[in-house]
């Protein structure tokens, strides 16, 4: 769905982020973006069983605090079913109080930034910059064909909203994905493909983050159970990887 193109550099006088604190931890965060129903959520959960990362989904904090019966809650509730795109403070808020909570240190942030007001807001008050930003690339057809075949009890996950949701994709997400493949930082999946597929090239692009990868002089990674590494004259036998 669209494509990346160059966009200008970094705006003249802002604050580049580097220490990526959050309290007294430093953090490790991807943004995982993508249109409505272009597998981002599958992908996220295989990612987390096989890289260790906390999958911190926006929608999904934003539906638990609908749920909680807050007046907060029902302000995102009905600007969710408008198809309109919920204040920057609020998400970060939820986002920060998810990280901060977690025992974990790596994190998968999916859905957010929506925007660049977003994308701002989140640098700015957290002082995280993401490591890279994973993009899932897929056809208005294929994701409104996904969407409209699951039966999740969404409110909105009908034809009309699911229309609203790809124009504001398309008009405020899409930029943000310019700002950072302007700085090397996107990763573009082709999420088109069956899920075995799209998944093949994700653990490609998170090789560096798995448990016990070791980088080998000829700069590959190898993942490696260090339980079942053999000793013998001196030197490691490693079993043979798949």
Not at 148 to 164: A, F
Not at 165 to 182: D, G, M, T, W
Request: proline share 5%; aromatic share 8%.
């Amino acid at each position: 769905m669209g494509s990346v193109v160059d966009a200008p550099a970094v705006l003249a006088g802002q604050e580049e982020v580097t220490d990526n604190m959050l309290g007294d931890k430093k953090v490790t965060v991807v943004f995982v973006l993508g249109g409505p129903g272009s597998g981002k959520g599958t992908q996220c959960a295989n990612i987390v069983e096989h890289f260790g990362f906390t999958h911190l989904s926006a929608g999904d904090l934003l539906r638990a605090e609908i749920k909680s019966g807050s007046e907060n809650g029902t302000m995102i509730e009905n600007m969710i079913k408008e198809g309109k795109i919920v204040p920057s403070e609020v998400t970060i808020k939820l986002l920060q109080e998810a990280m901060i909570k977690s025992e974990n240190d790596k994190f998968l942030i999916d859905g957010f930034p929506r925007n660049e007001e977003n994308r701002a807001a989140f640098e700015n008050v957290t002082k995280i910059s993401p490591a890279f930003v994973l993009f899932f690339d897929c056809s208005e057809e294929e994701m409104e064909r996904r969407l409209l075949g699951r039966n999740q009890g969404r409110v909105d996950d009908n034809i009309e909203t699911i229309r609203k949701r790809f124009k504001v994709f398309v008009e405020s997400s899409l930029p943000v994905i310019e700002h950072y493949n302007a700085n090397d930082k996107v990763k573009k999946i082709d999420a088109a493909k069956p899920i075995p597929e799209v998944f093949e090239d994700v653990k490609a692009i998170f090789a560096p983050y798995a448990p016990n990868a070791w980088l080998r002089r000829d700069y590959r990674y190898v993942i490696i159970k260090p339980l079942i590494l053999k000793k013998s004259f001196g030197s490691y036998e490693l079993p043979a990887y798949p």
